[in-house]
């Protein structure tokens, strides 16, 4: 997955997106989801049923995309802190079992990419800053040489 790195920001042990040259919306927060209570079920058309269930938080959507990949063709999608399952009823059981422990590969995959990503953007700020240091540096010189010059 690619990332937007460097519209990407540390600060206090949290990814930021800069907007602006600000802070603005938190990227890649700490997600361990997982399924905490079922909440409903709806028949749908061609006799399957949406299955709702609340989990611990909202599901990221690096979360949800990484989640997606895992499980190609199961119809499965987050609202926020609301996951819904849509099958027949008679594979429930198993397509349940199934989201739940890709929740758990996710989790696990999920947060691997964010400590990486959190290096990579360690690395990119720690390029920027000696960056501006020597330019800093070298307009420092450069005035300096300049107030030296005899008139």
């Not at 997600?31 to 990221?60: I, N, P, W, Y």
């Amino acid at each position: 997955m690619e990332y937007p790195i460097e519209k990407l920001m540390i600060r206090d042990g949290r990814i930021y997106e800069l907007y602006n040259g600000k802070l603005s919306n938190p990227y890649m927060e700490l997600s361990q989801v997982q399924v905490t209570k079922k909440l409903s079920m709806r028949e749908r058309e061609a006799h399957q049923c949406e299955f709702g269930f609340e989990l611990s938080t909202a599901a990221d959507p690096v979360w949800v995309s990484f989640f997606k990949e895992q499980l190609p063709g199961f119809s499965v999608e987050f609202q926020g802190a609301r996951m819904l399952l849509t099958c027949l009823p008679a594979d429930l059981e198993e397509r349940y079992a199934k989201v739940k422990t890709e929740i758990g590969k996710t989790n696990a995959r999920y947060e691997k990419a964010r400590q990486e990503l959190i290096a990579r953007i360690a690395v990119k700020d720690e390029a920027l800053k000696v960056a501006q240091n020597k330019r800093e540096e070298r307009t420092a010189a450069l005035n300096s040489q300049f107030d030296k010059l005899q008139i």
